[in-house]
């Protein structure tokens, strides 16, 4: 069974910082391309970075470019996302995901597992 486990959210003042870690099981994550994604209430899911199974290839919503980095470590089936000078408008439900191949994708429809979410609140 495969599972994607998030954690590392939580509240933090605008300027903060937080790392999210996300943990695969059941699957080779070290193939595939692994994606962060965001829901904030009332919105659709959104695309944030995504990463490609090597890590050489990595793209990220304009919003948060300059801001956040993804990262992943397959060794640990754990890929990450960084987030710093976070504002009030990034506050979501963040969500890891799995892709179906290799490369690096923003589409929603490019990933078949997703983990539970975890929150992010950022006060102003």
């Known amino acids: 069974q495969v599972q994607l486990v998030e954690s590392g959210g939580g509240l933090v003042q605008a300027g903060g910082s937080l790392r999210l870690s996300c943990a695969g099981s059941?699957?080779?994550?070290?193939?595939?391309?692994m994606g962060w994604f965001r829901q904030a209430p009332g919105k659709e899911r959104e695309f944030v970075a995504t990463?490609?199974?090597?890590?050489?290839?990595?793209y990220y919503a304009d919003s948060v470019k300059g801001r956040f980095t993804i990262s992943r470590d397959n060794a640990k089936n754990t890929v990450y996302l960084q987030m710093n000078s976070l504002k009030p408008e990034d506050t979501a439900d963040y969500y890891c995901?799995?892709?179906?191949?290799?490369?690096?994708?923003?589409?929603?429809?490019?990933?078949?597992?997703w983990g539970q979410g975890t929150q992010v609140t950022v006060s102003s």
């Open positions: 990463i490609s199974w090597s890590g050489a290839i990595k």
């Open positions: 995901a799995s892709g179906k191949r290799m490369g690096a994708d923003r589409r929603v429809s490019e990933y078949d597992y």
């Open positions: 059941g699957r080779t994550f070290g193939s595939y391309g």
